[in-house]
């Protein structure tokens, strides 16, 4: 068990709309990645945060944003939804501030569809 | 941009038998590779990792071997049991941008 927990499960929104996804960690875990999975592709890097502060983004635009809270929980929010964020979103925890190279845990993710 | 490739959507192998799992990656500057498993419903599970700096890496049943000249890493299972039916994905990453590969579905036949 990682111990790595995500909420809801599963979500539908509409265009335009706005979602929060929330990831809660594992304890002593300082460094979070939110990953999103389109059917039939492999998780794509979105952000990573150590410590509260973003460490790292790859190539989504601003109205992906997120946050850290010191009790190891998280948030991954999207603005303006279109029909292509749906998709499943993954968060992964590890403890050091190199999380793509230490053990990163996954939880079992959000599944939002947007109409 | 694809930076890493599975090309093998689906691998079917008999129990006992070796599985052969691939992975190619075109951006040099990846220092470290990962594969994970996923089961349905359930986030992906890391399984065996490997640096840049070697080139082959065991753990029981779970061999990685990466060939830097060629950009290529592979996932050796044996002997192949039908618990180990699921999609494995490869990862490579630098400076904390991890890239995945979109997976291939193993199944292994009793």
């Known amino acids: 068990e990682t111990g790595v927990t995500q909420s809801p499960t599963h979500l539908i929104k509409t265009r335009g709309q706005q979602v929060t996804l929330r990831c809660s960690s594992q304890s002593g875990h300082n460094t979070v990645s939110w990953y999103q999975q389109a059917l039939g592709q492999g998780p794509q890097f979105i952000f990573q945060?150590?410590?509260?502060?973003?460490?790292g983004r790859g190539n989504f635009p601003p109205r992906f944003s997120g946050l850290q809270f010191p009790n190891y929980s998280s948030e991954l929010n999207v603005n303006a939804l279109e029909l292509d964020d749906s998709a499943l979103y993954l968060c992964a925890s590890s403890r050091t501030r190199q999380g793509s190279t230490d053990t990163q845990y996954f939880g079992p993710g959000t599944r939002l569809t947007v109409l | 941009d694809q930076q890493v490739k599975q090309n093998s959507p689906s691998l079917s192998v008999q129990e006992g038998r070796i599985s052969i799992l691939n992975c190619d990656y075109t951006n040099s500057m990846f220092d470290y590779f990962l594969w994970y498993k996923k089961y349905p419903a359930e986030g992906p599970t890391f399984l065996i990792s490997?640096?840049?700096?070697?080139d082959k890496n065991e753990d029981g049943r779970f061999t990685v071997f990466l060939n830097k000249s060629a950009k290529h890493l592979s996932l050796h299972i044996v002997p192949s049991q039908p618990g180990d039916s699921a999609v494995y994905f490869c990862?490579?990453?630098?400076?904390?941008?991890?890239?995945f590969g979109a997976g291939t579905r193993l199944t292994v036949k009793p």
């Open positions: 945060y150590y410590r509260e502060e973003e460490n």
């Open positions: 990862a490579a990453s630098a400076h904390n941008d991890m890239r």
């Open positions: 490997i640096s840049s700096i070697k």
